[in-house]
């Protein structure tokens, strides 16, 4: 009788260590995934981004183009705009306030909760435009280089 339960105790304890290894190997994976998200938003994005604004040909026009509720508010040629802060109102008394610094143009501060838009950075493109979604405002970059081609199309 002392045998069975013996070895009952010896299979349960070896399935929780096979059920701990699991839990263990589940929770490193999502760990991994995260950090790989960190690294591709504060790393590898600036670089593409830096990489994209380097590669345009020197006579090249920037325009910033500034969204809001699907209404162009302004138009900015960067390569000739000063150094420069402005405030967009938003919704219920938020707003966005917009930077232009160094022929860049980023949103510095805003009134939205989260402030994803602050720290996406500079607009380098149109393909990576800055968007602040609880006040609706886009902004992107048309760069005169660019083509009009499509690098993707969605269906």
Partial sequence: MGKKSNEKQNSSSEERKLINR?????????????????????????????????????????TAVIYQNG??????????????????????GSSNTI????????????????KLCVKQGSAVSSHIPVICLPNKLIILVENSAEGDDYDAFAY
């Fill in 22 to 62: 699991r839990i263990f190997l589940l929770c490193l994976i999502i760990d991994i995934a995260g950090l790989l998200c960190i690294a591709y938003i504060f790393i590898i994005r600036p670089i593409v981004s830096r990489n994209i604004e380097n590669s345009l040909p020197e006579n090249n026009v920037r």
């Fill in 99 to 114: 930077t232009i610094k160094d022929h860049d143009i980023f949103v510095s501060d805003a009134g939205c909760p989260d």
């Fill in 71 to 92: 209404r162009e508010l302004m138009r900015i040629n960067l390569n000739t705009a000063s150094d420069n802060s402005f405030i967009i109102p938003g919704k219920k």
